[in-house]
């Protein structure tokens, strides 16, 4: 495993996300979840992230039974107090400490700050409520993670000196978003940067066969998805990467890439830039899978598993694509929805989402 220094901390450059674990009955599968920690652990990765939402509550209530069992200096836990799931964040912080059988956590993030929330996060309290916590020693590092503009972005960063920031950071977005401008505002202020969806909630760990031939010929021996986690590595402020895996093959392909000293290059950047111009051509909807829509919709619908589709059907045309819908577990369809926006308004990607719910209605139902 590769580490970086955080302030006299190794810490792993792998984090691993808890917010995709395998899950069977509708809560997470602690055997083939804890199988994964297992060997995460024991491959030297030191850096569990999770937050109160994550698995509507089970993520950090699945890592108080299982990180236990391992020493407390060994790893290095971060969770987050997201004000838009609940405002409390007293409370909140209370049931964290609880739930993860802590009494301090290595790292806390205000979660998720965006246009409509940044503001209320200084002005309800949080962040002196946190900041708090800090000097009491129940928070070692305080961060936050963005989905916001870049001027709530920069007056956010400006509070005080941040510790660290989370930041949605994969080659796509590099080149066809803001992100490098949410880059430089970090670097700019020394900022270490956690990573999250370096493959886009998966959606960078298969391209379509244009462009993974072009980066098959470059190295015929990398993964897909190892091409995201490297060029987000070779990013002088990025200090961590995180990865949100459901498969004990991901763990093990990214302890591979994690391992592995060799310093990608300008030609290879150039190789990616040209394989994502390729893939740029095909895609439609930038889902994450982040799920912040669902808990949301009245209807239940599995909003990013018909976007999926959605995507698919922009690639491939029609055919098998309502065989698809009709084999997605959801509640109601998009010919239930309501095209109230109450997803739209917990989307960071911006997906218009109440249009495509209607244009999946139109065309297949
Ligand atoms: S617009 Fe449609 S998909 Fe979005 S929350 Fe409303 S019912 Fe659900
Ligand atoms: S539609 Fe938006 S909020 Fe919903 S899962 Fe996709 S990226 Fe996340």
Same mark, same amino acid.
């Given at each position: 495993m590769r580490y970086k220094d955080f302030n006299g901390i190794g810490l792993s450059r792998l984090g691993f996300g808890n917010m995709r674990l395998p899950e069977k009955d509708g809560r997470i599968d602690r055997v083939k979840a804890a199988e994964m920690i297992d060997v995460a652990m024991k491959a030297g990765v030191n850096y569990y992230d999770t937050a109160f939402m994550y698995h509507s509550g089970d993520s950090e209530a699945f890592l108080g039974e299982v990180?236990?069992?391992?020493?407390?200096?060994s790893y290095c836990l971060a969770t987050k107090f997201n004000i838009d799931f609940d405002s409390d964040y007293r409370k909140v912080f209370a049931m964290q400490q609880e739930k993860l059988k802590t009494?301090?956590?290595d790292f806390y993030l205000i979660h998720c700050i965006t246009d409509s929330n940044v503001h209320r996060y200084v002005d309800e309290g949080g962040v002196d409520f946190l900041l708090e916590q800090q000097r009491q020693g129940r928070i070692r590092y305080l961060g936050f993670s963005c989905h916001s503009g870049l001027e709530s972005l920069r007056w956010f960063a400006n509070?005080?000196?941040?510790d660290f920031a989370q930041l949605q950071l994969n080659y796509f977005d590099w080149l066809y978003s803001a992100t490098q401008q949410e880059y430089k505002i970090l670097e700019e202020r020394d900022i270490p940067i956690m990573v999250m969806e370096p493959v886009r909630g998966g959606r960078l760990s298969s391209l379509n066969p244009e462009a993974e031939a072009i980066l098959h010929e470059a190295?015929?021996?990398?993964s897909i998805a190892s091409w995201a986690m490297r060029f987000v590595l070779?990013?002088?402020?990025?200090q961590t990467v995180l990865s949100g895996m459901s498969r004990m093959e991901q763990v093990q392909d990214n302890l591979a890439t994690f391992s592995d000293d060799y310093e990608f290059t300008h030609e290879d950047r150039d190789v990616l830039f040209k394989a994502c111009a390729a893939f740029k051509r095909q895609v439609q909807v930038p889902c994450?899978?982040?799920?912040?829509c669902c808990d949301e919709c009245p209807m239940g619908i599995n909003i990013p598993e018909f976007l999926k589709v959605y995507n698919k059907f922009k690639v491939?045309? %029609?055919? =098998?694509i309502k065989a698809k819908l009709d084999a997605i577990d959801s509640m109601?369809?998009?010919?239930?929805?309501? %095209?109230? =926006?109450?997803c739209l308004r917990h989307c960071p990607q911006g997906i218009r989402i109440p249009e495509i719910m209607t244009d999946l209605n139109e065309r297949f139902y």
């Open positions: 990180l236990p069992q391992y020493p407390r200096q009494d301090y956590f509070h005080h000196k941040w190295h015929p021996d990398w070779s990013l002088p402020q990025v994450t899978a982040c799920r912040y491939d045309g %029609t055919n =098998g109601s369809t998009p010919a239930d929805c309501l %095209t109230c =926006g109450e």
